[in-house]
């Protein structure tokens, strides 16, 4: 059995908030059933937003040379991805979405995926509203528009009322939630 290797695309501009702490939780799982973990923090890192040349449909990856072409790599070889983020805006952060649109190179002329199969992920937020449901459209959308891309199957984590970690860890069943879902990624 080969081990899985699960990557997350941490999009809250705080290093170590409750984004971090939930990917946290979520690795903690994957990693005690034996999958390879490792977590991107976007906004520490060099990534320029899509410049709409298309130069990616004639070539099969994007040609801006930035940070991104690691994290192209590391989806590639991953089995599931985390896509984390707090709400901001009613939405993802920008810093997650100018990833995603940095994704578009996944997808072929014919509008088929040269992403491999199977790749399950998980959209995991934090937001400080209490009320869990209220975003969850958005991310419903954010989570239809990754399968066009060629993601696989997927389940959303919303973690209300985690203005900071110590809130997020005062809730024990949005960690067992997590715990299960961690479990789910490294299947």
């Not at 908030?17 to 923090?41: D, H, M, P, Q, W």
């Not at 040379?65 to 991953?78: C, G, L, N, P």
């Amino acid at each position: 059995m080969s081990v899985q290797k699960i990557i997350a695309l941490n999009g809250s501009p705080r290093e170590k908030g409750s984004t971090a702490a939930l990917v946290n939780e979520i690795f903690k799982a994957a990693g005690e059933r034996g999958a390879e973990v490792k977590s991107y923090y976007l906004n520490g890192m060099n990534i320029k937003g899509c410049q709409s040349c298309y130069a990616c449909k004639a070539h099969g990856r994007c040609v801006l040379k930035d940070d991104m072409q690691e994290v192209y790599d590391e989806i590639t070889s991953a089995s599931g991805i985390v896509f984390a983020t707090p709400v901001y805006m009613w939405q993802m952060t920008g810093q997650l979405k100018i990833a995603m649109d940095r994704l578009y190179p996944f997808l072929k002329p014919d509008y088929s995926s040269y992403l491999t199969p199977g790749k399950k992920f998980l959209l995991a937020v934090t937001q400080g509203q209490p009320e869990t449901s209220m975003f969850h459209p958005y991310f419903e959308n954010m989570g239809k528009t990754l399968s066009f891309l060629g993601f696989g199957d997927y389940k959303i984590l919303i973690a209300g009322g985690t203005r900071k970690p110590e809130d997020l860890l005062a809730q024990p069943e949005v960690l067992a939630e997590a715990k299960r879902l961690g479990g789910w990624l490294a299947e």
